[in-house]
């Protein structure tokens, strides 16, 4: 590890340099312009001068123009201007992209329309209502004083008839903390007036303040979201890969302009042309090419795919010297399997991230292919391009491949010595040989040549059906041999000892066929195949999220709402692309039906 320098009170361009954050090993930085704007910035980037400013020197002055209805007041830093409504003088932060693209926040003076009936001085039950408070709510004030909103449907359906003093006692929470909130007086309806650690001032439901469902006025989870996109991106804009010119964001920006840097070319651009061109990535240039249907105009050619399947290929071509079929169509009909090998009856897919994810192929596309070769008895293997370029899960797929196409050392389980895997060995071997690695068990057992470990069988607890007595988790052997009876004899040593009544175990159907767990006398059905599964990769294809790393409560966590209303929104709005696997097989194992 190199010495540690401190670079503390240093300026690099615009950026001072505050204090060094030790969780992210970067430096927080203070732009010096009037927008004082902070970030978290790597050493190497300082230095370098990869960054040296917020965007503050490269940014277009928008100041006292006017969109719709906002006027433009200042700077607000990254890229985002302080602005306030010209008619009621409402105070907005708002994007440079939305102000530019006609994307302007509605403001609640001009929502009170030909669709709202007008009820201003009305009364329902000991609410009179006062003004049009915007998104339907209504500024209304109770008998006893309370003004509060009301949703219009609330009012007229006679749900919501006071602000609540009429109703059960409450427990007075006045001056208590809530994470960041203190409860400042009761506004009725369960709704707390509230104070913010920032000095924000809103209504919060008691339920949400009490359960710990809100905790802030947003303001923490902007600085996570900030924290989140410094980190992963260097920049605040997560389609950016890096700073870039006024000219190469403005290409982006409509389709003529793209168009005329198009024209710049004697020939068809290629898309790698392009991207090196308007330093953008892949997805972003290929996303508006489909929006603004110019393909016409691009070479479509996909190099890194191409160069990725020839990898593949030639490394298949380096194991296994018989015959090997490329881009055959005949056997699905049409449907083309980029690598088949006839005397294997084993075929290889390479799905590359751009036209393999969801904006192109339905989530049942990569299971669908898979089911119609095992239904010709042929076994599928899906390599993802997310995969491929990960150094440990290369290795893992490429030994997996000399476990499919070249001769083993074989071995006997009955010559083999039985027992019990130490976690520390359980860790090691599953990481070291599984395709999907090392996940939790309750017992491993394992088959020994002397001392050295060959195969392993985990089980424990049933992660995601209850109503079996235990789950078969990883089966698991040594690359370049195969043993004789091997899983056989780690089943059967599991029942004798630990006598389960019922068995469940989940197949990948991406990398493996479940022939194996027949042998083992498991048995499956049409019922028991799981829908597909997927993950999203990032821009940069370097991180790649399951889904229980996605769900939407997560992502408001990071503050990330401000890009959508869902996870599918928020993340297509990072650029992340969505790629379905082929599913899970479940197979289960019954003691009542299996032969003695």
């Given at each position: 590890?190199?010495?540690?320098?401190?670079?503390?009170?240093?300026?690099?361009?615009?950026?001072?340099?505050?204090?060094?954050?030790?969780?992210?090993?970067?430096?927080?930085?203070?732009?010096?312009?009037?927008?004082?704007?902070?970030?978290?910035?790597?050493?190497?980037?300082?230095?370098?001068?990869?960054?040296?400013?917020?965007?503050?020197?490269?940014?277009?002055?928008?100041?006292?123009?006017?969109?719709k209805h906002l006027i433009v007041d200042s700077y607000a830093g990254d890229y985002h201007w302080n602005c306030h409504c010209k008619v009621c003088n409402k105070q907005f932060i708002v994007h440079t992209y939305h102000l530019e693209h006609d994307n302007i926040p509605a403001c609640t003076h001009n929502e009170l329309h030909v669709n709202v009936e007008d009820i201003t001085g009305q009364k329902f039950g000991e609410w009179e209502v006062l003004s049009y408070a915007g998104k339907k709510y209504w500024n209304c004030r109770c008998s006893c004083g309370v003004e509060r909103k009301v949703i219009g449907k609330d009012l007229r359906s006679g749900r919501s008839k006071s602000c609540g003093h009429d109703g059960p006692a409450f427990k007075d929470i006045t001056g208590q903390k809530f994470g960041e909130w203190t409860a400042i007086k009761y506004n009725g309806d369960s709704?707390?007036?509230?104070?913010?650690?920032?000095?924000?001032?809103?209504?919060?439901?008691?339920?949400?303040?009490?359960?710990?469902?809100?905790?802030?006025?947003?303001?923490?989870?902007?600085?996570?979201?900030?924290?989140?996109?410094?980190?992963?991106?260097?920049?605040?804009?997560?389609?950016?890969?890096?700073?870039?010119?006024?000219?190469?964001i403005a290409s982006l920006d409509s389709k003529e302009n793209f168009i005329e840097i198009i024209k710049k070319f004697n020939k068809k651009p290629t898309v790698l042309e392009l991207t090196d061109l308007l330093d953008c990535n892949k997805n972003t240039l290929l996303r508006r090419v489909?929006?603004?249907?110019?393909?016409?105009?691009?070479?479509?050619?996909?190099?890194?795919?191409?160069?990725?399947?020839?990898?593949?290929?030639?490394?298949?071509?380096?194991?296994?010297?018989?015959?090997?079929?490329?881009?055959?169509r005949k056997i699905l009909k049409g449907k083309e399997l980029d690598i088949y090998i006839p005397e294997k009856k084993l075929a290889i897919e390479f799905n590359g991230t751009y036209w393999h994810c969801d904006e192109f192929i339905n989530s049942y596309y990569h299971q669908n292919k898979t089911i119609e070769c095992i239904k010709q008895g042929i076994q599928l293997i899906h390599i993802f391009e997310y995969e491929w370029i990960n150094d440990n899960k290369q290795k893992l797929i490429k030994q997996l491949l000399i476990d499919k196409l070249c001769e083993s050392k074989v071995y006997y389980a009955r010559q083999l010595k039985i027992g019990d895997v130490t976690q520390e060995n359980e860790v090691k071997f599953l990481n070291e040989y599984h395709i999907?690695?090392?996940?939790?068990?309750?017992?491993?057992?394992?088959?020994?040549?002397?001392?050295?470990?060959?195969?392993?069988?985990?089980?424990?607890?049933?992660?995601?059906?209850?109503?079996?007595?235990?789950?078969?988790?990883?089966?698991?052997?040594?690359?370049?041999?195969?043993?004789?009876?091997?899983?056989?004899?780690?089943?059967?040593?599991?029942?004798?000892?630990?006598?389960?009544?019922?068995?469940?175990?989940?197949?990948?159907?991406?990398?493996?066929n479940g022939n194996s767990y027949l042998r083992l006398g498991f048995h499956t059905n049409k019922s028991m195949l799981t829908q597909p599964n997927y993950v999203w990769v990032s821009p940069d294809k370097k991180e790649v999220l399951p889904r229980y790393q996605t769900q939407?409560?997560?992502?408001?966590?990071?503050?990330?709402?401000?890009?959508?209303?869902?996870?599918?929104?928020?993340?297509?709005?990072?650029?992340?692309?969505?790629?379905?696997?082929?599913?899970?097989?479940?197979?289960?194992?019954?003691?009542?039906?299996?032969?003695?």
């Open positions: 590890m190199g010495k540690f320098i401190d670079i503390t009170g240093q300026q690099f361009g615009n950026w001072k340099v505050l204090l060094y954050d030790k969780n992210t090993r970067k430096w927080v930085c203070e732009c010096q312009c009037n927008a004082k704007t902070k970030k978290l910035i790597a050493s190497a980037d300082l230095r370098k001068g990869k960054t040296t400013n917020c965007g503050c020197l490269r940014k277009k002055d928008l100041t006292g123009k006017e969109y709704y707390w007036e509230c104070r913010c650690s920032c000095g924000t001032l809103k209504e919060v439901l008691r339920s949400s303040l009490i359960r710990g469902e809100s905790k802030s006025c947003g303001c923490m989870s902007n600085k996570i979201s900030h924290d989140t996109l410094i980190s992963r991106y260097g920049d605040m804009q997560a389609r950016i890969n890096k700073p870039r010119k006024d000219w190469q489909h929006k603004w249907e110019i393909e016409n105009l691009i070479d479509l050619y996909d190099y890194s795919k191409s160069n990725m399947e020839k990898e593949i290929f030639n490394y298949i071509r380096s194991l296994y010297k018989s015959r090997i079929i490329q881009s055959d999907q690695g090392y996940t939790n068990s309750s017992t491993a057992i394992g088959l020994y040549d002397n001392n050295e470990l060959l195969g392993i069988m985990t089980f424990g607890k049933p992660r995601f059906n209850n109503n079996y007595d235990c789950e078969l988790i990883r089966m698991c052997f040594k690359t370049g041999i195969s043993i004789v009876g091997g899983a056989e004899r780690i089943l059967k040593h599991y029942i004798d000892n630990y006598k389960p009544k019922n068995i469940i175990s989940y197949c990948d159907l991406a990398k493996f939407k409560q997560k992502l408001i966590n990071l503050g990330l709402d401000k890009y959508g209303d869902t996870e599918t929104e928020i993340m297509k709005n990072l650029d992340y692309l969505r790629v379905y696997d082929a599913g899970n097989m479940k197979f289960e194992w019954n003691s009542d039906t299996t032969d003695k």
